[in-house]
């Protein structure tokens, strides 16, 4: 066993660890009664849904207003998906996690066994 692949395992499990950490705070915002009226339901549902009326309205069909609605229309969309991304990558750092910290056990055998 090189002290280089436990050092790198080591990091590896260090930054699974953050991942999940910031996927389980994302679950406890998800959960949180301020963070669901104000973002979840307000921002991500309820604004999403006004733009896309607000788009549709004869007084903002000027190439200028149909920009600034689209350009929020994709910033709902961008933070969405950033809070996705977050729980799909504290999802895969888990599984990481458990094989990494595998990876540490096999290695420390073998070293038993060689040595």
């Known amino acids: 066993m090189s002290n280089e692949q436990v050092q790198a ?21 998800r959960n949180n009664r301020d963070f669901k009226a104000v973002i979840l339901d307000g921002y991500l549902e309820q604004e ?21 609605v689209m350009r929020d229309i994709d910033s709902i969309g961008a ?16 599984k990481q996690l458990d094989s ?3 990876e540490l056990v096999h290695l420390a055998e073998e070293e038993l066994n060689n040595g």
């Open 9 to 29: 395992i080591e990091k590896s499990i260090r930054n699974a660890k953050k991942a999940i950490d910031i996927g389980a705070a994302v679950e406890r915002l």
């Open 79 to 94: 933070l969405s998906g950033y809070l996705n991304n977050l729980i799909s990558f504290s999802a895969m750092a888990s």
């Open 48 to 68: 999403a849904i006004r733009l896309v009326h607000v788009k549709a309205a004869p007084e903002f069909q000027s190439p200028e207003r149909q920009a600034a």
């Open 100 to 102: 990494d910290q595998e």
